[in-house]
């Protein structure tokens, strides 16, 4: 199951030319690192290097403004959070608006900027300092396109039909936006001097960080270094998707949680008897999974892999502490989102002035 999901990893290294992380023999002590979860990268062994000189670095981690915060979104926002807790980072978080409008994910401006000002509350709410957070929403922080003008000149249209796959039917916005995600690339670069800048994505979203990465060379910018999440597979062993319902929001209750929790893909045997003689797959099972690569401790997820391999825990048990999990954590999410007032997100959100 994962091994599929990875493909899209794998072309990254085979066919673009990134980098696998388990080349590298210097890299943080976190989960994400020491679990898998992160593939590849881009030029992360230099960044980290200027990181813990003590550099000036910042990390850009942008969130689509057509949706809700999920699953998907923890082990990068973990990420992006343990270097602003542990070195202090600036993290510039582009909600985009625009994108999600021009795309046809949201039907109107409005929508999209609604959903922007909500995910900037979630985004505080998650754990982010307000002090070294700069959140980029584009109806609001306009300036950005006069950046996007400017870097526009460096890419070429021939270039963006190769990355993108657009098409004549297609509207000129989506031909302009790799310019517009180009310029919140490299917006640390521009207004703060940060020579060295983080973008942590997932596999899918490397085309945008290839042009952004081209041109930051012609225009004379640092090109931003870049860390490839593994994707993260829905609760029934297959890739997140809306159609297939098969994600975890951060904003669902309890009732749905556990429904979620009981529904994900098992590893277990026909029967439970079966199961306490023969032992259970965890690499199939998708609580397994969760528990032991995000929720739990390593040495609480080795136990519980072993203890599900054994026999002694059955799929059942193993479905009732994921549900506990995530009922836990949504809880506490959603309690902190309360405690977010608008002003503090105002005073977090970029400004034309």
């Known amino acids: 199951m994962q091994k599929r999901l990875l493909a899209d990893n794998r072309k ?21 690192f020491k679990r898998g979860l992160v593939y590849s990268h881009r030029d992360f062994d230099k960044f980290y290097a200027a990181l813990k000189k003590g550099e000036k670095c910042a990390i850009v981690s942008g969130v689509n403004a057509s949706g809700t915060l999920h699953i998907g979104h923890k082990v990068v926002f973990d990420t992006n959070l343990f270097f602003q807790k542990k070195y202090g980072v600036p993290v510039f978080i582009p909600i985009s608006d625009d994108e999600s409008y021009v795309a046809g994910k949201v039907k109107t401006q409005e929508e999209a900027l609604e959903n922007s000002m909500r995910l900037a509350k979630e985004l505080l709410a998650y754990g982010f300092d307000p002090k070294k957070t700069y959140l980029i929403i584009d109806q609001i922080y306009t300036n950005i396109y006069n950046f996007a003008i400017k870097l526009s000149r460096r890419v070429t249209l021939s270039e963006i039909i190769a990355s993108y796959g657009y098409k004549k039917e297609d509207n000129p916005g989506l ?86 929790a009981n529904k994900a893909l098992s590893g277990g045997r026909e029967t439970a008897d079966l199961q306490r003689k023969y032992g259970g797959d965890p690499e199939k099972d998708m609580a397994c999974f969760y528990l032991s690569k995000i ?20 799929s059942g048990d193993v479905k009732k502490i994921f549900g506990d999990e995530l009922v836990k954590f949504a809880t506490n999410f959603q309690k902190s989102v309360k405690k977010i007032s608008d002003k503090k997100v105002n005073d977090c959100l970029m400004k034309n002035n």
């Open 12 to 32: 990254l290294v085979e066919k673009f030319g990134a980098k696998e992380i388990s080349t590298l023999k210097d890299v943080p002590d976190f989960y994400a």
């Open 295 to 314: 929720f739990l401790s390593e040495k609480e997820g080795e136990k519980l892999i072993g203890d599900y391999r054994s026999g002694k825990l059955l």
């Open 175 to 260: 031909y302009f936006y790799p310019a517009v995600q180009s310029a919140h690339v490299l917006l640390p670069q521009e207004i703060g001097d940060f020579k060295h800048v983080l973008v942590p994505i997932g596999p899918d979203e490397d085309s945008h960080l290839r042009i952004a990465r081209d041109i930051a060379s012609r225009a004379k910018y640092n090109k931003p270094a870049v860390l490839h999440l593994s994707f993260l597979p829905g609760i029934d062993g297959e890739k997140m998707s809306k159609s297939r319902n098969n994600n975890i929001l951060f904003d669902d209750d309890e009732k749905t949680l556990r429904k979620k």
